[in-house]
């Protein structure tokens, strides 16, 4: 069994997991142009952008030698939970003999739950697994508190690309840890050496604030959203994005009410304007939008893979908060002809906004 | 009062139900207009530009139905058919949307949550907010549910006879058609049957006396034995009948083709999609997508339909040709 799965941010967590349990794992690339274009191709012409990308890493790490793809069914109500069995119908007619575990909610399905627990389990223990499972959740807390530190400080960096290097220098220390002791040390290193890094400070006044909201995939997912954290970073405004895997973890995996408090909190917040659940994060990203403008954030970016249906809803909803707060929401669609120059120019005109927005308040006090 | 119902999405599978309901709690029931270039281009000018065309036509409706001084217009929230199965998100968030899209609408909409175990959305829990809002009793509520259950359920025996919904909500001698080839036509109520949407597609078949069975003629029971097949159903209720149905017609002599009208940019479909074209092939049945969006012409329409059923006409005789020619 050579297991692969989805790359959304970084992939080394699942990495660790399946292998930490003795499997063979084939880690996917990350999703470049040939993903891309490998996914437009084999997908139906109107699938959402995620289903298309993935499905173009599932035929890359099947080129490498996978045979069995590992991924969640989704908790719907949307299409991302029935990609899975779509994506299935369209590898094997293409003639791939691929297995598929698809981790669906156990409570619908115990038994197909346990199933899949007991294929990922293999040889392994109860006890390693549940080490297992404990050190990826570390990790996964940990690398988001590290990549925290970067989306706000990267802002200031006094030599370009600093930061940017030293993240992709930690993450690759991440990959190698074989315990929980070893991610907070590599956490400690991680600290001091983002520490070290000369920064470039700006008065409080003149910071700039964005939170990123919308659709799971595009926003945690860099190579696909044209790397707007570090775009955003570049041109000196701190980022904050509504989705973290540690947290997707906290709020849909632990069954301990204290883990979800912050999602809920977030839920409520948008249901003013969303009254239900309508399926992806469309309520999510609506209180997200509500909650960064409370915290202070000075404007917020909405992303949606093209044609995404609750955040179509979302979209509707976000033209309203603009008018009655009369603060700044940049809504993206991103799909495979979204033309990054185009993007960056709207970027650029929305960080203008803020600017003046936030000098005009200046004068005004 | 008078209670404005827009002539789109649901408007074609539940309107005898709602507009019994309402008028036997005493109110007057007024539709928007028939969908019209200028109902839709009002839609497309006010929604967001990615959605589907149905939804601008319904946003459409509703503007139609603020020029008409109703008292509220009423915009469901339909959240599921089925326990443990939704409605297309959009669905699910319409009220939402329209409030978003619209300053000041609020106090005009009438909205509830349907959360129903069947099609059949009498279930007196879903329309308590009545009693307030509208300042009705539970009793008249009660027996105006059962009023409109009793009228839908009719509606809905003749439609599963094959009489096609136009037929129903339009006139009070409704027709049958029947052709030398069969149809079956996949696709949701309002894509099939919203006229102006579609180009008149079932007066194309009917001139090309072509006889079409769609997924609303079909018994739930037929559906849900072919949903069996499938490990998981998908979210969404309508897209499952629509899958259902699909697959019956693959797998019947009857039908000689299967067209499947959808809207630009639907979500639920564009999953279906793989489904359908990979097994209809499996089956050896003529398949074909029609997609339709705001600037969809006629002319498009009947070239692809004559195309594709002149093939499925030259086909059958063929094969009848051998037939003959054996006996
Ligand atoms: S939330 Fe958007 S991207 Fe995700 S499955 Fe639904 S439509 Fe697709
Ligand atoms: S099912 Fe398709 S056509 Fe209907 S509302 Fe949803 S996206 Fe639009």
Known sequence: MKITFPYMGSPYMYEKLFTLLGH????????????????????????????????????????????????????GPCRA?????????????????????????????????????MKIKGKSSWAQVIRTVKIVYDMAKSMDKIEKIVETKRAYECNKGEFTKAWHEITEEY?????????????????????????????????????????????????????????LNAYGAEVERSHYISEWIDFNLIPLPSYKEKEHKILKKGEKYIEIIIGGHAKQSVGAIIDFMERGFDGVIHLKPFGCLPELVSQSVIDKIMREYDYPI???????????????????????????KKHRKKIAR | MKIGIPKALMYYFYYPFWKTLFESLGFEVVTSDDTSKSILDIGVKEAVAEICVPMKVYTGHVLNLLDKSVDYIYI?????????????????????????????????????????KSTDISEFHNY??????????????????????????????????????????????????????????????????????????????????????????????IIQRQLKKFKKNMFWEFTNMLLGTAYEFMERDDIDGIIHITAFGCGPDSIVEPFL?????????PFMTLRIDEQTGESHVITRVEAFTDLIRIKKYKAEKTVEGVI
Request: hydrophobic fraction near 40%.
């Open chain 2, 76 to 116: 469901p929230r339909f959240v599921s058919l089925r326990k443990g199965i939704f409605m297309c998100p959009k669905f699910m968030g319409l009220p939402d949307m329209i409030k978003g899209l619209f300053d000041g609408i609020e106090n005009k909409i009438l909205t509830h949550n349907i959360v129903s």
């Open chain 2, 128 to 221: 308590t907010v009545f009693i307030d809002k509208l300042g009705v009793s539970r009793k008249d509520l009660k027996n105006a549910l059962k009023k409109a259950r009793d009228k839908w359920l009719e509606f809905r025996t003749l439609n599963k006879q094959g009489y096609d919904i136009n037929e129903l909500l339009t006139s009070d001698k409704p027709k049958k058609y029947e052709g030398d080839i069969t149809i079956g036509l996949i696709g949701y109520v309002y894509n099939v049957y919203d006229r102006f949407v579609n180009m008149d597609l079932l007066n194309v078949f009917r001139k090309l006396n072509i006889k079409v069975v769609t997924f609303d003629m079909m018994e739930e029971r």
């Open chain 1, 175 to 231: 990959r190698r840890i074989e315990s929980s002791e070893d991610v907070k040390k590599v956490e400690r290193k991680a600290i001091e050496r983002l520490n070290s890094i000369k920064i470039c400070e700006v008065p409080e006044k003149e910071k700039i604030r964005i939170g990123i909201v919308g659709e799971i995939y595009v926003v945690m997912e860099p190579s696909i959203n044209g790397n707007i954290e570090e775009v």
């Open chain 1, 81 to 117: 939970g029935y990609y899975g069995e779509a994506q299935k119908k369209i590898l094997r007619n293409m003639g791939y003999d691929v297995e598929f575990i698809i981790f669906d909610e156990p409570k619908k399905d115990i038994k197909g739950f346990m199933d899949n627990v």
């Open chain 1, 330 to 356: 940049l809504s993206l669609s991103i799909d495979e002809q979204m033309a990054i120059a185009n993007v960056l120019t709207r970027i650029e005109a929305f960080l203008d906004v803020i600017k003046l």
């Open chain 2, 277 to 285: 074209t990979i097994d209809s092939e499996k089956h050896k049945k």
């Open chain 1, 24 to 75: 063979e794992v084939i880690t996917p690339p990350k999703p470049s142009q040939k993903t891309v274009d490998y996914g437009v191709k084999y997908s139906p012409e109107f699938a959402c952008f995620p289903l298309k990308v993935i499905l173009g890493t599932y035929l890359e790490a099947l080129e490498l030698g996978a045979d069995t793809i590992v991924t969640s069914g989704g908790n």
